[in-house]
């Protein structure tokens, strides 16, 4: 347990530190784009590739996914059920909400969460997979779906523009750069392959530096928060009961319905069962609010629930792993 509050303590102390930087203005809220496309596009996928290159194929490919995929249909089953079914909230407003309430931080927390926490950073690779390869494209389309495109006649879109739009939506994870280098070191590991030492030194030392610059940002993320600057919600049917449904599914329903699923289910214990409710127990990524910003739709639900979320997760996480240590 000792060894657990002083890894938590560790990440909230750097996240703390790019929170004060941001207050006092040591860092402006401009940097912290900045930062994020650093941890991102350069030493979030260098970590993940030597991370899952050189990790044991049964982490990999754990079961601590399917508790990921049976938490997460949960999660938005029942937010669907109740925004649309019952408030009657318009769809893409309800799929940003969905998001909203079970796609996690598995980049800018979770994988420090993995590497200090739990330490195994594979474990987190399969969740970031499901996210980047499924969850995403699937939403994409459905928001998508409600776009103008080009139309063959009167009120019926066209053949080659609908193809293009879903060629375009299934494509668009390969040019992730965290999804690319996953892949890539799950082809390594598949294929038994040795990297030279003189190319992975080099990528090693590069993803060293993914968790202490995704956990600045993650702070100084939450000090622009604290000051505030909504963007024009107009037109938006989704309210505070909406927030207060997002909020409740992604800190409670979504990590206690994957702890029943690992510890009853699947069987799990020990550190496996302890990554699956704490991979469930994180907050809501930024992803969320950067899709509702693009579709120009549900950007209150969420930013809101991205707020909420991200302050309540670290202690949530924390009692979670006192339960399970």
Wanted: hydrophobic share 55%.
């Amino acid at each position: 347990m000792s060894g657990i509050v002083v890894a938590f303590t560790s990440l909230a102390s750097v996240a703390a530190l790019g929170y004060l930087a941001g207050v006092a203005g040591v860092l402006r809220a401009q940097d912290e784009a900045v930062l994020s496309r650093l941890a991102f596009f350069v030493a979030a996928p260098a970590l993940l590739f030597t991370t899952i290159a050189t990790a044991d194929l049964s982490t990999i490919l754990s079961p601590v996914l399917v508790t990921a995929v049976v938490s997460v249909a949960v999660a938005q089953a029942i937010f669907v059920l109740v925004a649309r079914g019952l408030w009657r909230r318009p769809r893409s407003e309800v799929t940003i909400g969905a998001l909203a309430s079970s796609y996690v931080n598995s980049g800018n927390l979770g994988i420090p969460i993995s590497v200090y926490v739990l330490g195994d950073g594979a474990l987190v690779a399969p969740i970031l997979l499901f996210q980047l390869l499924v969850l995403a494209p699937g939403a994409f389309l459905v928001l998508d779906a409600g776009g103008d495109g080009g139309r063959d006649g009167p009120g019926r879109p066209g053949r080659r523009a609908t193809w293009g739009r879903v060629w375009g939506v299934l494509r668009r994870p390969l040019r992730n750069p965290i999804t690319v280098a996953s892949l890539l070191g799950l082809a390594v590991a598949l294929a038994g392959l040795e990297v030279p030492e003189p190319i992975m030194q080099p990528v090693s030392l590069v993803g060293a530096a993914a968790v202490p610059v995704a956990l600045l940002a993650y702070g100084l993320g939450l000090s622009g928060a604290r000051r505030g600057g909504a963007p024009d919600d107009a037109g938006e049917t989704t309210g505070r009961k909406d927030v207060v449904l997002a909020v409740v599914l992604k800190c409670l329903v979504q990590p206690v319905v994957a702890y029943l699923t690992g510890a009853f289910l699947l069987g799990l214990h020990g550190t496996m069962l302890l990554a699956a409710t704490l991979f469930a127990a994180l907050p809501t990524a930024q992803n969320i609010y950067v899709f509702a910003s693009h579709y120009r739709t549900g950007r209150r639900l969420a930013r809101t629930t991205l707020m909420v979320t991200t302050m309540l997760a670290i202690p949530i996480m924390i009692v979670v792993s006192g339960l399970l240590r």
